[in-house]
């Protein structure tokens, strides 16, 4: 179980995000862009989230996890470009595709480990990139609009942004939930075996490839629905949220949030999304500062937002 | 008039160009890849930031050749330049990571990447660097009656070949390269039989900048030099290294071939065969997409065979 003080901070944050639009339109502070920020910012948490199940539980060092940001993307764009706005039907070509892509690339890249899985995964994200920049129907590298946003109820127009950013805090306390349901099932102990000694998981009988293979999916499929409703939030299409930087920055939210925690990524998510805002603020060359400050990190500050805070996290572990 | 024999001429001569392109674009990757490769074998090391000494060299090249006028004075001053920023990089950030697990080695050389990107936009502006090519390199030669092929393209492919044949004789039959080949098998004994590997794994790593670094000198008069060029050679550097084996300079010299004439050769023949085999609205899309993915999925391919590369170095 998670410890009192992690307990709190958790539900205190998930008030506050809920609370957020309200305070954000009152006429006391009236900046509305705070909804948009914070939204985009619990998408990128689903993303870095989902990166951080396999990274820091499985030890698939995925160097390409933003593919399926994009992919969920593409899947909501191309639809709506061929007017298919139906929400449920999107939804559902965006995890059938993502789970497929997930399951192709996961079969082709744990058959490796180590220095080999990063650049493999890392290459065939690279691959789609530049698909994408060659598909010219869906605005090559220049992306295309999505003129409508998903639609699901009637009643629940995500046009308002208010829906819209109540589905995507929706999305990420369930994503949480399941993810951390997953993590400390049988399945995940077995996927954290494997972490920690694979050929003594295999040795007592688990086909470990098998459960790495379904992980990987998962993970694939979370960051799949995270680009589905950057899609819809954004209103654009674009290979660039598929490019190995975005896969980079989703590795620095995992890593500034603390890996292997759950919900470490969050505030990594926040944390980094903020500290590019304030150096893009302060210079031109935001890249220049943050470059060597991510280093220090790497260095002095492995363990992470919330690895810092006191209490073990895990139920299992020693 | 040309008949079916002109026709299959020409075709023929396309390909011979195409397949010179690729080899000289395959010396460009086995540059970068050698030197990535030694560090990932020997020191066990994910340096993302290899693609950025291949920017730098195109760099320095461009304005020690602003300054010169020389190419050949240019490599003259690159070269302990290149082996300086090396050593520099490998004493300050890579040293404190030979320890660390490799999430930490990709995250702290992404730092090094931004941080290197960055720099040159703050140096040298944001603008593309020019460097056009002396007079004596860039004319023509005929290298079958009526094929007109650059020479510079051709000299490239020389000095790759013989980067290449030196660095198999330094590996095979120095002592330096023997100790490379011993520390890449087991470290700590080398370290114990007191030889310094610290020193060692410094030099290596420098000298894979001056490869780097001479593949962007090389590259810098055919391609736009701007911030960020280093990334888009790394990611098939890492496909080469797959392909060939991690460690294994045969393998990155093999592998660097193979993905410069499959990229190279498929990017301008694939459209057109496509075109020929389905309907040319389907052609056309489908044509630049499969070209560009073709080099990946031959990686996909070839690893599905041989899970640790064409040549897996003898040791782990």
Redesign the interface.
């Known amino acids: 179980m998670l410890s009192k003080l992690k307990l709190s901070i958790l539900i205190g944050s998930f008030l506050i995000l809920a609370a957020l639009p309200m305070v954000a339109e009152s006429e006391m502070i009236d900046e509305p862009f705070y909804i948009d920020l914070m939204a985009r910012v619990m998408i990128f948490s689903i993303a870095a989230m989902s990166l951080d199940f396999i990274?820091g539980y499985g030890a698939m060092?995925s160097?390409g996890h933003a593919l399926y940001l994009g992919l969920g993307t593409y899947a909501v764009g191309i639809m709506a470009h061929y007017e298919l706005t139906n929400g449920w039907m999107q939804l559902l070509v965006c995890i059938s595709g993502t789970a497929f892509i997930a399951f192709i690339l996961g079969l082709?890249s744990l058959?490796?480990s180590?220095?080999?899985f990063?650049?493999?995964t890392?290459?065939?994200a690279?691959?789609f990139y530049?698909?994408g920049?060659?598909?010219?129907?869906f605005g090559g590298d220049d992306g295309l609009p999505i003129d409508t946003r998903s639609e699901f109820f009637s009643f629940f127009d995500l046009n308002e942004t208010w829906n819209m950013y109540y589905l995507i805090l929706g999305t990420l306390v369930v994503a949480a939930l399941v993810l951390w349901k997953i993590i400390n099932s049988r399945f995940g102990m077995v996927v954290r075996g494997s972490h920690s000694n694979d050929a003594r998981m295999q040795a007592i009988g688990f086909p470990t490839f098998k459960y790495r293979l379904a992980a990987f999916v998962i993970a694939g499929v979370v960051c799949g629905l995270a680009g589905f409703l950057l899609g819809n939030l954004t209103e654009f299409l674009t290979p660039e949220y598929m490019h190995?930087f975005r896969s980079?920055e989703l590795?620095?939210m995992v890593?500034v949030g603390g890996?292997g925690t759950l919900f470490g990524p969050l505030f990594g998510a926040f944390a980094y999304l903020m500290m590019e805002d304030f150096l893009a603020n302060f210079t031109e060359?935001?890249?220049?500062y943050?470059?060597?400050?991510?280093?220090l990190?790497?260095?002095f500050a492995?363990q992470g937002l919330w690895g810092m805070l006191p209490g073990k996290e895990d139920i299992s572990d020693e | 008039m040309l008949g079916t024999h002109g026709v299959l001429g020409m075709t023929l001569l396309l390909l011979i160009e195409q397949f010179l392109n690729g080899m000289q674009f395959g010396v460009f990757l086995f540059l970068i890849s050698a030197g990535l490769t030694l560090v990932l074998g020997i020191m066990n090391v994910v340096n993302l930031a290899h693609g950025s000494l291949y920017m730098l060299g195109a760099y320095f090249a461009s304005t020690f050749f602003g300054l010169t006028g020389s190419l050949i004075v240019s490599l003259v001053l690159m070269i302990p330049v290149m082996l300086l920023v090396g050593i520099l990089i490998e004493l300050v950030v890579l040293r404190t990571l030979y320890e660390r697990d490799h999430m930490d080695q990709v995250l702290a050389t992404f730092g090094l990447i931004l941080f290197f990107n960055e720099l040159v936009r703050i140096i040298w502006g944001v603008e593309a660097q020019p460097l056009t090519l002396p007079m004596w390199l860039s004319g023509n030669v005929e290298i079958l009656p009526d094929a007109p092929y650059p020479v510079y393209r051709l000299v490239i492919i020389g000095v790759g070949m013989a980067v290449a044949a030196g660095l198999f004789w330094m590996i095979t039959k120095t002592r330096m390269g023997m100790l490379i080949r011993a520390g890449a098998s087991n470290r700590p004994m080398v370290g114990a039989l007191g030889i310094n590997i610290r020193f060692l794994y410094t030099m290596v790593f420098g000298l894979g900048a001056v490869f780097a670094g001479l593949a962007g000198l090389m590259a810098a008069p055919l391609q736009s030099v701007e911030s960020g060029i280093g990334e888009d050679m790394l990611i098939f550097a890492f496909v080469v290294i797959v392909i060939g084996g991690i460690g294994s300079i045969r393998g990155a010299l093999v592998a660097s071939l193979i993905i410069g004439i499959f990229e190279t050769v498929g990017r301008s023949i694939l459209p057109v065969l496509m075109l020929e085999i389905v309907d040319s609205e389907a052609a056309q899309t489908a044509g630049p997409a499969l070209a560009s993915m073709l080099v990946y999925i031959l990686m996909a391919v070839i690893l599905f065979f041989k899970p640790q590369g064409l040549f897996p170095a003898r040791t782990g």
């Open positions: 990274l060092i160097f082709i058959r490796t180590g220095i080999y990063i650049m493999i890392f290459a065939l690279q691959m530049f698909l920049i060659s598909l010219e129907a190995w980079g590795m620095i890593m890996m060359y935001w890249q220049f943050f470059g060597p400050i991510l280093i990190l790497v260095l492995k």
